[in-house]
C-alpha cells in the first residue's frame, strides 16, 4: 500500500496499485506520493494524519515559491 496527499487540499490517500491517483475531495487529476510507511500511517490518530498533511503542505508550498 501507498500514501498520496493532495498538493492542493492535503487530503490523504491509500492505494496499492494505481500510479494514477486522483483526489476525491477536491478533483485534482494527480495526487503525490509521501514517503509516508503504510504501517506508519495505519497507527496513527486522524489528528496525527491531519498534523502531517498541514506540515506537508507547509514545506512543499514553501518550496514552490
Not at 477536491?26 to 498534523?51: I, V
Request: overall charge positive.
Amino acid at each position: 500500500m501507498k500514501i498520496y496527499i493532495c498538493p492542493d487540499c492535503g487530503w490523504i490517500r491509500m492505494v496499492s496499485r494505481r500510479k494514477e491517483v486522483e483526489c476525491f475531495k477536491c478533483g485534482r487529476p494527480q495526487m503525490r506520493l509521501t514517503n509516508l510507511e503504510f504501517g506508519k500511517y495505519t497507527n496513527m490518530s486522524e489528528k496525527e494524519r491531519q498534523d502531517y498533511a498541514d506540515a506537508w503542505l507547509y514545506i512543499h508550498r514553501k518550496k514552490e515559491k
